[in-house]
């Protein structure tokens, strides 16, 4: 499986966010939209991720407040990221590797979405029980003992 298969049933709905916009700008829209991360895009690049784990570390940074900082103060400028072409199971292990809970898919400068470590696991386990289904279908129609007996 790849992450283009992810891609292809998450949507390609974005949020994304500039470097100069304000902390504060950047979390009423992450609470608004219900969502974990924004891409920050600065003149059509990705420029880093802005994530809860990086808002907390910023907030503790800043005695408990979000103050006049901006995105590109809390930002992490080299996010890990992947292309549609990437296999699950490299991505799986990449973010298990660096505790990352979001990655920025990108075909060479494009963003074409992100994936969040939800999306991965969902993708895992459907994958799982549709193989267990086929597996399971595959024994239930497996020739019986006295069957292959009296065809002989």
Partial sequence: MKVSDILRVKGST???V???ERLASA??????KDIGSLVVM???Q??????????????????GQVGQTTVQDAMDAQPLTCSSDTDLDEVRRIMLERHARYMPIMDGTTLMGVISFYDVAKAVVESQ???NKMLKAYIRDWPGQE?????N
Avoid: Y
Avoid at 27 to 32: D, F, I, T, V
Avoid at 147 to 151: D, K
């Fill in 147 to 151: 069957s292959t007996t009296a065809a």
């Fill in 42 to 44: 600065s003149h059509g």
């Fill in 27 to 32: 979390l009423n829209a992450m609470a608004e």
């Fill in 18 to 20: 500039n470097p100069d």
């Fill in 129 to 131: 029980d549709f193989e």
């Fill in 14 to 16: 974005l949020f994304t």
């Fill in 46 to 63: 990705l420029a880093g991720m802005l994530t809860f784990r990086e808002v907390i570390q910023q907030v503790v940074k800043n005695g």
